[in-house]
Structures are given as C-alpha cells and as structure tokens.
T-cell receptor
Framework: DAGVIQSPRHEVTEMGQEVTLRCKPI?????LFWYRQTMMRGLELLIY????????DSGMPEDRFSAKMPNASFSTLKIQPSEPRDSAVYFC????????????????FGDGTRLSIL | ELKVEQNPLFLSMQEGKNYTIYCNYS?????LYWYRQDPGKSLESLFV?????AVKQEGRLMASLDTKARLSTLHITAAVHDLSATYFC?????????????FGTGTRLQVTL
C-alpha cells in the first residue's frame, strides 16, 4: 500500500520566494498533520486537519504560513514570502481518527521535504 | 503547556548490552506513542500504549506506560547495530485537541560493535 506521499523531496530557493509543499495522505485516512523538524526546536505540529477541516492551527508560526486541504487526498503548505529561518524538514502525516475521542491509531509519516531558504 | 522530556538525549552503547530510555510528560494522558527515525529518513511507528500498565514488545524493544507517574520507558535488550537511530516518544493529552501529538526531544541511540 502506498504511504503518505510528499513532494518535492528537496527544495532550495531564495529568500522572498513562495514555497508550496504538497502531501497526499494514505487513502482512507481522515486526519492530516503538518510538522516541522529542526535541530533547535525538534518536531513541532504546525496544523492539523480532520475531514478536510482545519482543527488546530496554533502551531503555524506566522501569517506567512498557510495550509489547505481541498479534498481528502491532497493538502498543501505554503510559505509566502519565505525566510532563511524557515529552513527545516517539513513532514506530513495522516491517520484514521475514529469516534470523537481522538482514536488510537498512530500517525503515518511521509518522507518529508527538506527545505533550504538562501 | 504540555512538556515531554526524554533522557538521555544521546546514548552510546555496546552491542549485547541492555539499556532504558525514559519519557516523562507533564499532563494527564492515556495515549503515548514511540517512533523511530533513521538519519535523513521519516518517522516509523513502533508502539502505541493506551492505558496504565500497558506493555508492548517487538524484538529487542519493549515499551511500557505508567500513567500515574506520567512515565514511559523503552527498554532495549541485547542491543544490535541495526537499532542505531533516534527514538521519539509522543503524547496526546486527555484534554484539548484530540490526536494532537506533542513529541519529546528524541534520544539518539548509537550501538557500537
């Protein structure tokens, strides 16, 4: 079975440019998560969708970051304008949330996008 | 704010030895997850612990959860080189947003010959 698919795997761009990261969750999963991983701050949850609806975006660092999930099989994370401090590995994860209490299923992670802003 | 702390942060151990990684968290939770990450790779789910006293084992790894002490352990038995990786615990608090994981700092394990 295909896992979580992210693209691109690597992105190098100049400060001020718009960056769009893409994610295809595992088919049948109804929850999708965007994380950022850096040496200094570790793994941070940026935003979390359930049934395509954003539930918690308290981790989005600032207005330059936005995320969408137009359908159950696709999500984007956009940074505009990008800054050098946005350089990190961005992971997308998905899981099956059953019931209203959060469910017990682990989150399945994609391979990540390694983003470098020069 | 939920805090999840792991220790040690770095562990170098010889093949064949046993050791334990600790994960402490600061709020009430009945759900704790362990993940493994190889350098430059994704995170792989290892264990899901859902109740006080839960114990799961897979090969040389065994994880346990004590919700009263807010502590989980990952025990490594007779380590082998293939276990070298970074191990993360992650917690979902009983209150707040369902499924919102907070990750620990990670423990980088290096198994030497």
């Amino acid at each position: 079975d295909a896992g979580v698919i992210q693209s691109p795997r690597h992105e190098v761009t100049e400060m001020g440019q718009e960056v769009t990261l893409r994610c295809k969750p595992i088919s049948g999963h109804n929850s999708l998560f965007w994380y950022r991983q850096t040496m200094m701050r570790g793994l941070e949850l940026l935003i979390y969708f359930n049934n395509n609806v954003p539930i918690d975006d308290s981790g989005m660092p600032e207005d330059r970051f936005s995320a969408k999930m137009p359908n159950a099989s696709f999500s984007t994370l956009k940074i505009q304008p990008s800054e050098p401090r946005d350089s990190a590995v961005y992971f997308c994860a998905s899981s099956l949330l059953v019931g209203g209490t959060g469910g017990n299923q682990p989150q399945h992670f994609g391979d990540g996008t390694r983003l470098s802003i020069l | 704010e939920l805090k999840v702390e792991q220790n040690p942060l770095f562990l170098s151990m010889q093949e064949g030895k046993n050791y334990t990684i600790y994960c402490n968290y600061s709020t009430t939770s009945d759900r704790l997850y362990w993940y493994r990450q190889d350098p430059g790779k994704s995170l792989e789910s290892l264990f899901v612990l859902l109740s006080n006293g839960a114990v799961k084992q897979e090969g040389r790894l065994m994880a346990s959860l004590d919700t009263k002490a807010r502590l989980s352990t990952l025990h490594i038995t007779a380590a082998v080189h293939d276990l070298s990786a970074t191990y993360f615990c992650a917690v979902v608090p009983n209150t707040g947003t369902a499924s919102k994981l907070t990750f620990g700092t990670g423990t980088r394990l290096q198994v030497t010959l």
